[in-house]
């Protein structure tokens, strides 16, 4: 008996102490904090977090500074230690993930709270493997090679301790004298809008925490491409019915698709700068769209004000930029410097600093950085330049340019001509990268001599001829003999890498004098020529095209731009890409644009007693060395009620011997409305491959507010009842939508 109540207490006893240890275990679990809970919803862990914090805490969590600006391997370290450990974010110019790390470890270790920090970068077109420009890819007509572009770019990126990007860059361009229209994916809103919506999945992915997906950031918000004449970072005139029909569309497409931040741009818009835009960083991006994420500035843009006349001085631009809705400060420090005291003289609500706040933490807790602040520390080789990336970067390269001229057909060449590669392009590794490259290298670059040397099986002569500018003829004859010598002349000229880009403007866009004359030269020699353009910019190309049997825009085309021109020129590929953006005839028909307004007067609208009133190529246009013809355009109905569908249908025949890709853009007019609308809109787009003599049907599911509705200058989405144009190839049909 003695023994059994023994036991029967030490079960008792045994039962009584794990409750009071669980409670205890329990106590001392709650006893960490909910925000290292990676358990807890992620609102629950920026609220508790945002609790702990004090108010130096909360204002550096809004700035940004930079590391690695300086590129002295010895004092690298210096910028560590002197980077506060509370920084909410730093732009880190380096690719060395030690280096990263060992500013991370003083973040999630020595700080207070251990708020690991957001490491940004300008990750456009690629991180090492070096991918087209932005308007380059837009020529492609293909969204899945954008978006597999960006998820290299991510992985690379994110190999180095990259975790957000500053990009996609969706201005949308009409004025090619702006070098950054390199950046954005063209002139077309709806087109941006697509590419914007596979840029933002390829960094992002499904899930941000996942490994190898970085934060995306849509730039530059809003309206940057409309400064005037192309000069960067000059005043805009952007009505409310332009700023909702041509600029905000991308934007709103990238932020539906989950973008985690946006960058205020630099440009004042009509009499309100972006960065102080209230309008649009409050009103429109967080009340009517509903944007949980953040806002940058651009660099020391919130400064700018001051500049710009908004703001009397550093502490108002800080008050207008943040009331505004910009909650990080790029590397002005001006919300370190002057939020406290606006907030103690009431200018500055301590509920909209902490919402400020939570938004950065909610993308920090999104990103998964509380559980993994480090980056691996791989050897450089594991991380970049990998087969299949390399790979992508080719295709995406031959994807991307555009075939202009193809006189005869002479291309593709025939692999056993002997060829004459010419001109200040064809040598050169650094043109192909383009600007904003990153931590891409010259090195990684295949020419285009070397591509068509392993291309044509060493059957090549080369020799440069002249510059990229200035009046050097002497290397002239050395090339002339060597054309002398071949049966075609392959003459690569055009613009430099960092002829465009941020502060890139020009007056013209025209090639230099000294490339061109090298261009006649070789022409006079009699041979055929075939020219090769490198720009990041449409270019005019008047001349170029007068002097040349085949011309074909390569854009900046990345690491492997010979093996992509190569594979164009003896046809293992075929050329699809067709113009995201219109090529003026010359730089006085600037800004010219498919989807204008037509004028009052018929046929004698803005036409030029000088020169042609077309531009030289307009939008959409590419040829391919297949042909195709468009037939039997119908229409499921030819009429609509507004909630209804209908299913627009066209053939496309591949009437040549070549299996070609073929880019079907489908665009709408509605002819008569009291917004008067551009004479042609684009709304869908489709690409196949069509094999050698066959048809296939391309279909554009209609969604008569999507596809035929417009936008008022308060951004309210109609649609009017009446006659509506679909048209595709050229073909076209009238549609009614009755109510
Ligand atoms: C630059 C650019 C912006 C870039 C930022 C950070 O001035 O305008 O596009 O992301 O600064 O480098």
Redesign the pocket.
């Known amino acids: 008996m003695k023994k059994s109540m023994t036991l029967i207490w030490l079960v008792v006893a045994a039962v009584i102490s794990f409750s009071l240890d669980s409670d205890c275990f329990a106590r001392k679990r709650t006893k960490e904090p909910v925000y290292k809970n990676s358990a807890a919803s992620v609102e629950d862990r920026v609220s508790d977090l945002l609790s702990r914090m004090t108010l130096e805490e909360k204002l550096l969590q809004l700035s940004q500074y930079t590391l690695g600006r300086n590129t002295v391997e010895n004092n690298l370290g210096e910028a560590v230690r002197d980077v506060p450990a509370e920084i909410g974010s730093l ?1 880190y110019f380096g690719d060395d993930a030690v280096l990263r790390n060992e500013m991370q470890r003083k973040a999630v270790e020595e700080s207070r709270l251990g708020i690991p920090i957001l490491f ?3 990750v456009i077109h690629g991180y090492r493997t070096m991918f087209p420009v932005p308007l380059a890819q837009a020529c492609s007509w293909n969204p899945e090679m954008v978006r597999k572009s960006c998820t290299v770019a991510a992985q690379e990126a994110y190999s180095c301790g990259v975790d957000w990007t ?2 996609p ?1 969706v201005d949308i361009a009409r004025d090619p004298r702006w070098g ?1 229209i390199m ?1 954005g994916y063209g002139e077309d809103p709806y087109a941006a809008s697509v590419y914007c919506r596979a840029a933002v999945k390829g960094y992002q992915g499904d899930d941000l925490s996942a490994e190898n997906t970085i934060a995306a ?1 849509l ?2 918000y809003v309206g940057y491409g409309a400064s005037e004449a192309g000069r960067d970072y000059v005043p805009t005139e952007i009505s409310d019915q332009t700023l909702w029909d041509t600029y905000l569309p991308p934007f709103e497409a990238g932020v539906k698709a989950g973008a985690a931040t946006l ?1 205020s ?2 440009h004042n818009i009509s009499g309100t700068p972006a960065t102080g835009n209230r309008y649009i960083l409050t009103e429109v991006l967080k009340e009517k769209w509903g944007h949980d994420g953040f806002v940058v500035s ?3 843009a919130v400064r700018q004000l001051v500049n710009q006349g908004m703001a009397k001085d550093a502490k108002e631009a800080a008050m207008i930029a943040f009331n505004a809705g910009v909650e990080m400060d ?1 590397v002005d420090d001006l919300y370190k410097n002057h939020l406290p005291e606006l907030i103690s003289e009431g200018k500055v609500r301590m509920e909209q600093l902490d919402d400020a706040v939570r938004r950065v933490l909610r993308i920090k807790f999104r990103l998964g950085l509380f559980e993994h602040p480090f980056a691996s520390e791989t050897p450089q080789e594991e991380r970049y330049l990998f087969p299949e990336s390399v790979a992508l970067a080719e295709e995406a390269a031959a994807e991307t340019m555009v075939l202009l001229k193809n006189e005869g057909g002479i291309l593709p060449l025939n692999p056993e001509c002997n060829l004459a590669v010419a001109g200040p392009v064809a040598l050169s590794r650094e043109v192909h990268n383009g600007n ?1 490259i990153a931590r891409a290298r010259a090195e990684d670059v295949i020419t285009v001599a070397e591509g068509l040397e392993k291309e044509f099986k060493g059957r090549i002569l080369t020799a440069e001829g002249c510059g990229f500018e200035g009046d050097d003829r002497s290397g002239f004859e050395q090339a002339l003999k060597a054309v002398r010598e071949s049966d075609v002349a392959v003459v690569c000229i055009g613009h430099k890498a960092g002829w465009s880009g ?1 502060n890139c403007s020009r007056s013209t866009i025209e090639i230099p004098q000294i490339q061109i004359d090298f261009l006649k030269a070789v022409k006079a020699v009699g041979k055929p020529v075939v020219t090769l353009v490198s720009g990041g910019r449409p270019l005019d190309l008047r001349e170029v095209v007068d002097n040349s049997d085949a011309v074909l825009m390569i854009w900046h085309p990345g690491t492997m731009a010979g093996p992509a021109v190569a594979g164009i020129l003896d046809g293992r590929y075929n050329p699809s890409a067709k113009l995201a953006v219109t090529f003026p005839y010359s730089t006085g028909q600037i800004p010219i644009y498919y989807n204008r307004r037509n004028s009052g007067r018929r046929g004698t609208q803005g036409l030029y007693k000088d020169i042609q009133s077309e531009p030289l190529f307009e939008f959409g246009y590419g040829l391919s060395y297949s042909t195709f013809e468009y037939r039997n355009l119908t229409l499921d109905s030819d009429k609509v009620s507004p909630e209804g569908k209908v299913t627009a249908s066209v053939e496309v025949v591949n009437t040549s011997s070549r299996d070609g890709q073929q880019a079907v853009l489908w665009f709408i007019r509605d002819p008569y409305s009291l917004i008067t609308r551009p004479v042609k809109e684009l709304k869908f787009f489709e690409k196949k491959m069509i094999p050698a003599g066959e048809s296939m049907v391309f279909k554009f599911e209609i969604d008569p507010l999507r596809d035929l509705g417009f936008v008022d200058r308060t951004g309210r989405k109609y649609l009017d009842s009446g006659e509506y144009r679909i048209m595709v190839g050229g073909l076209e049909a009238v549609l009614e939508v009755v109510e």
């Open positions: 732009i940004g970068h300008d500053f990009s860059m950054r950046e950031c730039k530059h960058m741009a630099f651009d660099w020391d790029m904003w941020e």
